[in-house]
């Protein structure tokens, strides 16, 4: 829009639809008797967290069009880290939430719990949607009940998370975004081949320094170097593409073995100016799915002292299901995982001076 132009005033609230937000509280104890004074607050917070979401979802859906695209636009690699730093922010405004509804005591709780069965979380479409187009998928899911998790949501919300579950979610994405990394492979430098010699190298180097080593006794230095071997063979095991594949048949593992050799790489060479912002971008990605998962532990936490072992008003088993949705509904574990690949910078295998190059801010004035 031109800014010359001319537009209608608007007063602050009308922009803001303060009518419909303001009056939008209605507590239910107010309706079937005396009003529950803490009523006000648990409403009040859910209605915060749902404007949350829809701000989250709203990052999202710009971050899936980014990467859409078969060949990401380098220059929106930096807009992608900005907006997934933005979601994190708003997660730790989350997770703080809690503290605030923790000043509602289970007691006061109790004053108004009744009047809302069968309402829950469980219902809760945005969340739901977060987490779809995050990529957490069905087959992950520690179900209840033996039913669908959108069960509870109504026959048009069902449409859309299905909708969703059909397209690329953002670890999909970001996936196929890792397999296309380039410098894997280039003339005169294989980043994999030359990793395993690394490893191999530091190794022996650790084998070395066990064996004499004056302070260990036999059966310590004996127990040292059985840990040791252990290690050497996962390594190889875990840079292995058909043990790779196996991982993903068997469910430990979910990502691709090129994308996460190319995180791994990112990782490891992450101080060439070329390879930052990818680097940031992956940590980024690993902070939200932290952050997401403090917030289910948190908000399981809270649910444990508000209710104790009660069941849940969407008919779940209360703490104990939330508690298997923290350990089960990682989307970016395999992320965390990466940093078991890492060595220290010493043993990283020298680049060629060709792709250090092509790995820098080149300019050049000819
Ligand atoms: C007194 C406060 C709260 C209690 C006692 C509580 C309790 C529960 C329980 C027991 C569940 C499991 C499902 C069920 O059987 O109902 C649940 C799920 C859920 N709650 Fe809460 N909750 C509270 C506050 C909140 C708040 C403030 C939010 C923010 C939106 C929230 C969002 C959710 C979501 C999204 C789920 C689904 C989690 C999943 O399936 O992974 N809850 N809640």
New binding site residues.
């Given amino acids: 829009m031109n800014q010359n132009e001319k537009y209608a005033a608007i007063h602050y609230h009308s922009y803001l639809g303060l009518d419909k937000v303001l009056d939008a509280q209605h507590p239910r104890s107010g309706q079937y008797g005396k009003e529950a004074h803490d009523e006000t607050l648990?409403i009040i917070?859910?209605q915060v967290?749902?404007l949350w979401?829809k701000q989250i979802i709203h990052e999202l859906e710009s971050l899936v069009g980014l990467f859409e695209a078969d060949a990401v636009d380098e220059k929106n690699i930096g807009i992608a880290v900005s907006r997934i730093e933005r979601i994190n922010e708003i997660f730790k405004l989350l997770i703080h939430?809690?503290d605030v509804?923790e000043t509602?005591t289970p007691l006061d709780?109790l004053e108004f719990r009744n009047f809302l069965f069968p309402a829950?979380?469980?219902q809760?479409a945005q969340?739901r949607k977060t987490e779809v187009m995050l990529g957490l998928k069905m087959a992950q899911r520690f179900s209840?009940q033996e039913k669908p998790?959108y069960n509870q949501l109504s026959a048009e919300q069902q449409e859309e998370i299905k909708d969703l579950e059909s397209r690329r979610s953002l670890f999909e994405l970001i996936e196929d975004w890792l397999e296309r990394t380039p410098f894997i492979k280039c003339e005169g430098f294989s980043f994999i081949d030359e990793y395993k010699v690394a490893i191999a190298k530091m190794i022996e180097r650790e084998r070395q320094a066990i064996e004499t080593n004056e302070y260990l006794s036999p059966e310590e230095r004996t127990a040292r170097l059985t840990m040791l071997g252990a290690n050497g063979e996962f390594f190889q095991q875990v840079l292995d593409p058909a043990i790779h594949a196996q991982k993903i048949a068997d469910g430990h593992v979910r990502i691709s073995y090129d994308a996460m050799i190319a995180a791994v790489m990112i990782h490891v060479y992450r101080d060439q100016p070329i390879l930052q912002l990818p680097y940031r971008l992956l940590d980024a990605i690993t902070t939200m799915d932290e952050l997401m998962t403090s917030w289910?532990y948190r908000?399981a936490q809270?649910?444990m002292r508000?209710?104790g072992k009660k069941?849940?008003?969407?008919?779940?088993?209360?703490?104990d299901?939330?508690m298997e949705?923290v350990k089960k509904?990682q989307i970016f574990k395999d992320f965390h995982h990466i940093s078991t690949l890492l060595i220290p910078r010493g043993d990283v295998p020298q680049l060629p001076d060709s792709l250090k190059r092509d790995l820098s801010f080149y300019y050049s004035t000819k």
Avoid: K, N, P, W
């Fill in positions: 648990f917070i859910h967290y749902e979401f939430q809690i509804l509602m709780f829950s979380g469980f809760s969340f209840y998790y289910r908000h809270m649910v508000m209710l069941s849940g008003t969407g008919g779940s088993a209360g703490f299901y939330l949705t509904h």
